[in-house]
Structure formats: structure tokens, C-alpha cells
């Protein structure tokens, strides 16, 4: 921890008399901690511990600290690659709903496109599209998928349940577990298998 808080290397020849130490093991002598820093920017620590006191010479902490370098970056790489790869994959979504939207003028047809495309994108079969009714004043299924076909009502009150909720707070809500969320009623929780959770996100325009 104090490696990582202040970028620096500890190489300590006993670190039973180090106050710094935490005694996660009484066999533990010396040790060598070196900061993983990449692009000054602090991602982790190597720590190498020997039962043997005065166990590491300043070339094991060279040798050490290039490591921590070269790990550093590879992972800050790795990290940057995967955020390049989603973000083209986000990209690529976009570009597929749009295509497709400039071809078909029925409404119906526009909400599948993008429910279909918004459920490949995130590797589910289940979800659902609903807008609100100005002459109801509700909130109505028009397109869904998997489990959610199943739900039986179609119409859903501003402000009741997650997808009420969701749309008058123009916020989007996340649950780990709809079998036990407290925003859902009895009614709709009966008909959601077990163990499934999800997100729910508005739709508005500016």
C-alpha cells in the first residue's frame, strides 16, 4: 500500500522490524515491493517476499522495476485496446440501426430493428421497448423479446415499477436481481424467472 500511495520502491532487509509491513505470513523476512506505474499513472505493485533476511540486492530491484514498467504498460495497452474495440463496436451498432431505420417508415418495424440490434450488441436474447401513450397517459409494451413476451401487461403506470419509474426519473436504472427488487410489483415479479437481472434506460428526445 504505501509502495502504490507514494510511487516508490520499498526493498526492506527485515521487514519484521518495517512498521509499513502488514504480518500476512511470520515465515516473511524481506521483501521487494515495486510500484507498476505506466504514463505516470499508478495501476498496481509486484511484491517479491523471501523468508531469508537481506534477501534482495539492488540489481533484483532493477530487474524488478523494469518488469513493473513493462507490465504496466502492457496492461495499460491492453486496457486502452479493449475500451479502442468497444467503442468500434458501439460504432458499429449505431451504423447497423441507422442503415437499417432509413429504409422502413412503420414504427413497429423501427422498435424491432432496434431492440434486435441493442440485444446482439449486448449478447442476450431478452428485452423490451416500450413508449408512452399520450392518450392513455401510460406506458405500453410495443416490442419484446425472450421471457418478456411472456409478461401479460402490456400497459404500465408513470412511476410504477422499474419501467415507470425509469421514465419519469429520465434516469436509467440498474438491477442485479428483479426477483427481489423492491421497485416491482407482486403481479409482474411472478411472472420473471428466477435469477435474472437487467438494465432499463429512458428513451427521450431533446
Known amino acids: 500500500g504505501?509502495?502504490?500511495l507514494h510511487g516508490q520502491t520499498?526493498?526492506?532487509?527485515?521487514?519484521?522490524?518495517?512498521?509499513?509491513?502488514?504480518?500476512?505470513?511470520?515465515?516473511v523476512?524481506?521483501?521487494l515491493y515495486v510500484p507498476m506505474i505506466a504514463r505516470k499513472r499508478k495501476?498496481?505493485?509486484i511484491g517479491i517476499e523471501s523468508e531469508q533476511f537481506n534477501d534482495f540486492s539492488e540489481a533484483d530491484e532493477r530487474l524488478m522495476t523494469t518488469l513493473a514498467t513493462q507490465a504496466a504498460f502492457a496492461l495499460?495497452?491492453?486496457?486502452?485496446?479493449?475500451?479502442?474495440?468497444?467503442?468500434?463496436?458501439?460504432?458499429?451498432t449505431l451504423y447497423l440501426v441507422s442503415t437499417a431505420l432509413r429504409a422502413i417508415s412503420k414504427q413497429d418495424e423501427m422498435l424491432a430493428i432496434v431492440?434486435?440490434?441493442?440485444?446482439?450488441?449486448?449478447?442476450?436474447?431478452?428485452?423490451?421497448?416500450?413508449?408512452?401513450?399520450?392518450?392513455?397517459?401510460?406506458?405500453?409494451?410495443?416490442t419484446a423479446r425472450g421471457w418478456f413476451c411472456d409478461i401479460e401487461e402490456s400497459s404500465l403506470k408513470l412511476g410504477e415499477d422499474i419501467f415507470g419509474k425509469v421514465f419519469v426519473d429520465k434516469e436509467t436504472y440498474i438491477s442485479?436481481?428483479?426477483?427481489?427488487?423492491?421497485?416491482?410489483?407482486?403481479?409482474?415479479?411472478?411472472?420473471?424467472?428466477?435469477?435474472?437481472?437487467?438494465?432499463?434506460?429512458?428513451?427521450?428526445?431533446?
Not at 115 to 142: P, Y
Not at 184 to 202: E, H, K, T, Y
Open 2 to 4: 504505501w509502495a502504490f
Open 10 to 27: 520499498i526493498r526492506s532487509e527485515d521487514v519484521t522490524g518495517d512498521p509499513r509491513y502488514a504480518n500476512t505470513s511470520p515465515s
Open 29 to 31: 523476512r524481506s521483501g
Open 43 to 45: 495501476i498496481g505493485v
Open 76 to 92: 495499460e495497452n491492453a486496457h486502452l485496446f479493449a475500451e479502442i474495440r468497444q467503442r468500434v463496436e458501439e460504432l458499429e
Open 115 to 142: 431492440l434486435d440490434q441493442a440485444l446482439v450488441s449486448l449478447h442476450t436474447n431478452h428485452g423490451a421497448i416500450a413508449l408512452w401513450d399520450e392518450a392513455t397517459g401510460d406506458l405500453h409494451i410495443f
Open 176 to 206: 442485479p436481481d428483479f426477483s427481489s427488487d423492491p421497485l416491482l410489483g407482486d403481479s409482474i415479479r411472478r411472472q420473471i424467472p428466477f435469477g435474472w437481472g437487467g438494465a432499463c434506460i429512458p428513451i427521450y428526445s431533446a
